[in-house]
């Protein structure tokens, strides 16, 4: 079946950066995009981006852009999430969800179990 | 402050109906699909309405998804226990080129 297996927890101090990896499996990775959502604690969700599984073309956040860069490796079937500079009000579960296609039109549909990133001085 | 708006709770008893809406402009739920999601406690977010209206294999037919002008709504008729969750809509956005959410609907089963 269709999955996203996202890494472990982080915690980070202000100012550095985190990377947050997401493996699929159970569908050609490089057919659908990836979309990256983040849920601050008690908060509703914030989409961040979308990249490209298939040629990496990306689409990122107007709020975080210059901060925020998705990249995939196709030989692994994994997107990464990487956001610089973490704020305390970065603190949040990081999602990655992929891309369901009905009609050519594409959704996040599946999404990971979710990454907490912790940032605290 | 989302771009979609919903109402922050909403509850019912078991079997009842319950209807959660979800208010948008012309950039996005007026020209784009809806979508809704639940997010039952420590978990991730699943898709259960696509397309404004369409369910995805496995999600009961008590919930049904609607969309007019700028507006939509998920209704969940026969409630139980277990539809107690955070449901939140969203839409593509072509002003902000992007995927915008509502800031999410707790239901409670009473």
């Known amino acids: 079946q269709v999955q996203l297996v996202q890494s472990g927890a982080e915690v980070k101090k202000p100012g550095a950066s985190v990377k947050v990896s997401c493996k699929a499996s159970?569908?050609?990775?490089?057919?659908?995009?990836i979309s990256w959502v983040r849920q601050a604690p008690g908060q509703g969700l914030e989409w961040m981006g979308w990249?490209?599984?298939?040629?990496?073309?990306?689409n990122y956040a107007q709020k975080l852009q210059g901060r925020v860069t998705m990249t995939t490796d196709r030989s692994t079937s994994t997107a990464y999430m990487e956001l610089r500079s973490l704020r305390s009000d970065d603190t949040a579960v990081y999602y990655c969800?992929?891309?369901?296609?009905?009609?050519?039109?594409?959704?996040?549909?599946?999404w990971g179990q979710g990454t907490t990133v912790t940032v605290s001085s | 402050q989302s771009v979609l708006t919903q109402p922050p709770s909403a509850s019912g008893t078991p079997g009842q109906r319950v209807t959660i809406s979800c208010s948008g402009s012309?950039?996005?739920?007026?020209?784009?699909?809806v979508y809704w999601y639940q997010q039952l406690p420590g978990t991730a977010p699943k898709l259960l309405i696509y397309?404004?209206?369409q369910r995805p294999s496995g999600v009961p037919d008590r919930l049904s998804g609607s969309k007019s002008g700028t507006s939509a709504s998920l209704a969940i008729s026969g409630l139980r226990s277990e539809d107690e969750a955070d449901y939140y809509c969203?839409?593509?956005?072509?002003?902000?080129?992007?995927?915008?959410f509502g800031g999410g609907t707790k239901l409670t089963v009473l």
């Open positions: 969800a992929g891309d369901y296609c009905t009609n050519g039109v594409c959704y996040p549909g599946v």
């Open positions: 159970g569908y050609t990775f490089t057919s659908y995009g």
């Open positions: 990249i490209s599984a298939y040629n990496g073309n990306t």
């Open positions: 012309s950039s996005n739920i007026g020209s784009n699909y």
């Open positions: 397309r404004n209206n």
């Open positions: 969203a839409a593509w956005d072509d002003s902000l080129s992007g995927w915008v």
